[in-house]
């Protein structure tokens, strides 16, 4: 059955990447009726916040949109901070719906930075541990069960961050509404692409969990 849900779980992150993909690249191709710029949408949705200490700049690569809570910037790829379209609408609000919660103390999102470091730590060292502790089992079973706490702590960062996900949409979708920045179809389109944006952390959390279960199996069969 452990096998048969990571199974089901790698499938299912394969096929929701891939219509998000393909939706995002759709989205690619509208342009907005507005003619503003992701950059631009940011920056505006940001004074319309009252949040002027954050920092709207371009990075390197495809799908490196971020905001950074320390350096206090909403990081836009390279296309997301040039084009004119509806991705770049939905992706640069969303990110500014990162640096609201952070102004506003999200709960989710506190809770999620103070687990950032923890999780840094244990991903290092989470996979080693783990094959460490299936050669150890029989005889040193707590070096298995340490795994499985680093893994716990990995699965837990990755369900905090669903919230924090769909409410960073939920604001990027209604500031974009009562904008008018989006309207009609680009609004349907931008929740569209949203929507299966945070699908993908749906997944991963799945696929988080999947993983706990197994490791958990592993461990109750060596104590047997």
Do not use: C
């Not at 009252?50 to 390197?60: L, P």
């Not at 999200?106 to 290092?124: A, D, E, H, K, N």
């Not at 769909?166 to 209604?174: P, Q």
Request: aromatic share 8%; net charge positive.
């Amino acid at each position: 059955m452990v096998y048969l849900i990571g199974i089901l779980a790698f499938g299912l992150s394969w096929l929701v990447k891939f219509r998000f993909n393909s939706v995002m690249k759709q989205l690619s191709r509208v342009a907005t009726q507005s003619g503003m710029s992701g950059q631009e949408i940011a920056e505006a949705m940001l004074r319309d916040h009252k949040i002027h200490d954050v920092q709207v700049i371009s990075v390197r690569g495809q799908l490196t949109d971020h905001y950074n809570p320390a350096k206090r910037t909403v990081n836009l790829s390279e296309a997301v901070y040039a084009q004119r379209n509806v991705t770049a609408a939905a992706v640069a609000a969303h990110e500014v719906g990162h640096a609201i919660q952070h102004a506003t103390q999200y709960s989710f999102l506190q809770m999620r930075s103070r687990l950032v470091p923890v999780v840094s730590l244990t991903s290092r060292f989470s996979g080693i541990v783990l094959m460490a502790g299936i050669v150890t089992i029989q005889t040193f079973p707590q070096v298995m069960l340490v795994g499985i706490i680093m893994l716990a702590a990995a699965t837990l960062f990755s369900v905090i961050t669903l919230p924090v996900e769909f409410d960073a949409s939920r604001r990027a979708l209604a500031w974009l509404e009562q904008t008018g920045i989006s309207r009609g179809e680009e609004q349907e389109l931008a929740t569209k692409g949203l929507r299966w944006a945070a699908m993908t952390y749906v997944v991963a959390a799945l696929g988080s969990l999947a993983t706990l279960l197994y490791y958990l199996n592993i461990y109750q069969r060596g104590r047997r």
